[in-house]
């Protein structure tokens, strides 16, 4: 049996050096490395831990740089505090070294003139009438945790000639519903070149950005609408941008990949 999202938050403790720890399950794997969602969702939750009275969460810029798995440690620098914008560092460590780099910044609200959502919330068929995302045989080991709908696009090495797809996606946990927990979901997509493949081919996130638009990110049932869109591949990179929304339509997430593809 695999162990949720909240156990797993559970599980990371404090050592006494100071940094978190715990051991990644084989279920939360993407190929040799733990994937990509829950490694950024740690190094925040983290951060979240070490350091008291943060105001909310509202970018974050995550390098993967190695491969880890099994027994990890999170460290976490506050790089500048100011009034009301803090960035604050947290470094990933593996048995082969430095895996996952991220720069978290945390900014109080202001008194604002501009209050406006400039993106749609698209009109697309609900988690019930949307239709399982993955065929047999190319789901990861990690996508055990989510439940997948594909609401719009092409499933993976479909040969599809679309580069963007919209898909809902919850936790199977139902207790994972907080802001690291929202990070878990939003690297689920796949890179939204795959679906373009006509066979299997190995691909790697290098670099992943996000603005959080709400300071309370919250959905009914858990479901949450993730977009993802390719505009450019060539040379074995890929760059994307990404959007999420929640069920009841509002604009939660957006960001950017950059991918590696050796297809």
């Given at each position: 049996?695999?162990?949720?999202?909240?156990?797993?938050?559970?599980?990371?403790?404090?050592?006494?050096?100071?940094?978190?720890?715990?051991?990644?399950?084989?279920?939360?794997?993407?190929?040799?490395?733990?994937?990509?969602?829950?490694?950024?969702?740690?190094?925040?939750?983290?951060?979240?831990?070490?350091?008291?009275?943060?105001?909310?969460?509202?970018?974050?810029?995550?390098?993967?740089?190695?491969?880890?798995?099994?027994?990890?440690?999170?460290?976490?620098?506050?790089?500048?505090?100011?009034?009301?914008?803090?960035?604050?560092?947290?470094?990933?460590?593996?048995?082969?070294?430095?895996?996952?780099?991220?720069?978290?910044?945390?900014?109080?609200?202001?008194?604002?003139?501009?209050?406006?959502?400039?993106?749609?919330?698209?009109?697309?068929?609900?988690?019930?009438?949307?239709?399982?995302?993955?065929?047999?045989?190319?789901?990861?080991?990690?996508?055990?945790?989510?439940?997948?709908?594909?609401?719009?696009?092409?499933?993976?090495?479909?040969?599809?000639?679309?580069?963007?797809?919209?898909?809902?996606?919850?936790?199977?946990?139902?207790?994972?519903?907080?802001?690291?927990a929202l990070i878990a979901v939003a690297d689920m997509p796949p890179p939204a070149v795959l679906p373009m493949f006509t066979e299997p081919a190995p691909?790697?996130?290098?670099?992943?950005?996000?603005?959080?638009?709400?300071?309370?990110?919250?959905?009914?049932?858990?479901?949450?609408?993730?977009?993802?869109?390719?505009?450019?591949?060539?040379?074995?990179?890929?760059?994307?941008?990404?959007?999420?929304?929640?069920?009841s339509g509002e604009l939660i997430l957006t960001g950017r990949q950059s991918i590696a593809i050796f297809y």
């Amino acid at each position: 049996m695999n162990i949720s999202y909240t156990e797993l938050a559970r599980q990371m403790s404090q050592q006494a050096d100071g940094r978190w720890g715990l051991t990644i399950p084989a279920g939360w794997m993407q190929g040799r490395t733990t994937y990509g969602g829950l490694s950024a969702a740690l190094c925040y939750l983290a951060i979240e831990r070490q350091f008291a009275d943060l105001p909310p969460l509202r970018s974050a810029q995550i390098n993967f740089i190695g491969p880890a798995g099994g027994a990890v440690q999170i460290s976490s620098e506050i790089l500048r505090q100011g009034r009301s914008v803090s960035y604050i560092e947290a470094r990933m460590q593996g048995e082969k070294g430095l895996a996952t780099h991220g720069v978290f910044c945390f900014g109080a609200s202001r008194e604002s003139k501009m209050d406006q959502i400039f993106t749609d919330f698209p009109d697309l068929p609900s988690p019930d009438e949307s239709s399982s995302f993955f065929r047999d045989g190319f789901e990861p080991s990690f996508t055990q945790n989510f439940e997948i709908r594909l609401a719009l696009g092409g499933r993976p090495v479909s040969g599809s000639p679309h580069s963007e797809h919209f898909m809902w996606v919850r936790h199977r946990d139902t207790n994972s519903t907080d802001t690291s927990a929202l990070i878990a979901v939003a690297d689920m997509p796949p890179p939204a070149v795959l679906p373009m493949f006509t066979e299997p081919a190995p691909i790697s996130s290098m670099t992943w950005m996000m603005n959080f638009i709400q300071t309370e990110p919250t959905t009914e049932n858990g479901w949450w609408l993730l977009r993802s869109a390719a505009e450019h591949a060539a040379d074995g990179y890929s760059s994307q941008d990404m959007t999420i929304w929640n069920s009841s339509g509002e604009l939660i997430l957006t960001g950017r990949q950059s991918i590696a593809i050796f297809y």
